[in-house]
C-alpha cells in the first residue's frame, strides 16, 4: 500500500486528532469489519471491566479473537467504560481471552486506544501494576499470531499491556507514547500547560514510530481525520489484516513466536 502522510500536522495537533469524540471507537470497527462477533466478559477471578471488551468473531471466514479498548459515544457511555482507562480486571480478561485463542489456535486482533490504564487507588490495591506486567508476559510467550491496531491514543503500560504484536499497524493520526504529553511536561517542566512542546520531544506520531521501528504499517486518514470517512478507514484497514493474516497462516507457531521475539529484541 503506497503511503501518503500529511507533514504539515504537528505532533500536537494528531493527539488532538487522536482524541476527537467523533473518532471510529473499537465497538465499530467490530462491527463494521467482523461478522458474528460473540462478547466473552469477566475475568473469572474479580468482576467485568467494560474498559476492555473481548469476544470471537470471524474476518473473512477464519475465526479470530478481538481484544480492544472501549470508549463510550456519549458521556455516560464513556463513564460506564471509565473513558477507556481499564482496570486489573480488564487485563486479567484479556489474558484470559489470549490464552483461550492460543488453545484453539485463533489469530488475535487487538484495537488500541486508552488514555493509559486506570491510576486509581483501588485498581493499585487489585494489582493493576501485576496485571499489565502478566498480559505483556502473556502475549511475549504467544504461540498464535497477535496483530495490534492503534486507532487513537495509545498511552504508557495501559496501551503496551494488549499491544506486543507480531505486527502493530497504525492509523496515521493516532499517537503512541510512555504516557500523555500532559503527564510528561508535567515531569519535566513542572507544568502541564507545556503538553505541545512535549508532543514533539515524545516522538509519539506513526511516522516517528515508523522510522524508528516500533510500528510496522502506517494507514493513511483523509484530511480531518479518519473521523470524516470511517468506511474508507475501514476498507483500508480490511486490505492489511488479510494480508497479515496471509503472511502468518503460512508460519509454524515456533516461528510466530520467533519473530515476535525477535520484533521486540530489535527495539531494544
Partial sequence: MEISVDNSLT?????????????????????????????????????????????????????VTIIGHRKG????????CNFGMPEPEGYRKAMRLMKQAEKFGRPIITFI???????????????????????????????????AVITGEANSGGALAIAVANSIVMYENAVYSILSPEGFASILWKDAAKSDKACELMKMTASDLKKDGIIDEIIPEPEGGIQENPQEAFIMLDVILRKELRKYMKMSEDNIYKSRYKKFRKMA
Avoid at 488532538?16 to 471510529?24: F, M, V
Avoid at 459515544?73 to 460506564?80: A, D, G, V, Y
Avoid at 508476559?137 to 504467544?142: D, G, K, N, R, V
Fill in 11 to 63: 505532533a500536537y495537533e494528531r493527539v488532538k486528532l487522536a482524541r476527537d469524540p467523533g473518532r471510529p471507537k473499537t465497538i465499530d470497527f467490530i462491527n463494521e469489519m467482523f461478522d458474528g462477533f460473540m462478547e466473552l466478559k469477566g475475568d473469572r477471578l474479580g468482576r467485568e471491566d467494560k474498559a476492555i471488551i473481548g469476544g470471537i468473531a470471524k474476518f473473512h471466514g477464519i475465526p
Fill in 73 to 80: 459515544k456519549t458521556l455516560e457511555e464513556n463513564i460506564e
Fill in 113 to 147: 486506544d486508552t488514555p493509559g490504564a486506570y491510576p486509581g487507588i483501588e485498581a493499585e490495591e487489585n494489582g493493576q501494576s501485576i496485571a499489565i506486567a502478566k498480559s505483556i508476559a502473556e502475549m511475549s510467550s504467544l504461540k498464535v499470531p497477535v496483530i
